[in-house]
């Protein structure tokens, strides 16, 4: 079992950047994948990308690439997410997720949720 609790969200202007985390609990957390999902008002939770248990190997989707970074530091029990480059379609719930499948990242299956922390990207 492992709980998730994010933090680190805001408001802030577009083009500037944003940083969450992730703190987890139990002993198992360095044996599973981590991903970041975010939900915009009126639209379905979306997946924005993971990281494998090891911290070996990341994915994002298109609309995130080169603008948002996963990491993670399994001796803190804690992922992150930095935002570069926000805009006003960023904003949204972002939540993070644990897997029990440790590498897999692309098709990411999330068995545990944290509660979400919410970015706001003013324009």
Known sequence: ?????????GLVQAGGSLSLSCA?????????AMGWFRQAPGKEREFVGAISWSGGAT????????????S?????????????RLQPEDTAIYYCAGSSLPNTI?????????QGTQVTVSS
């Open 72 to 84: 993670r530091d399994n001796a803190k029990n804690t992922v992150y997410l930095l935002m570069n």
């Open 24 to 32: 987890a609990s139990g002993r198992t957390f360095s044996s599973y």
């Open 106 to 114: 692309v098709k990411f299956t999330p068995h545990y949720w944290g």
């Open 1 to 9: 079992q492992v709980q998730l609790v994010e933090s680190g969200g």
């Open 59 to 70: 994915y994002y989707v298109d609309s995130v690439k080169g603008r948002f970074t996963i």
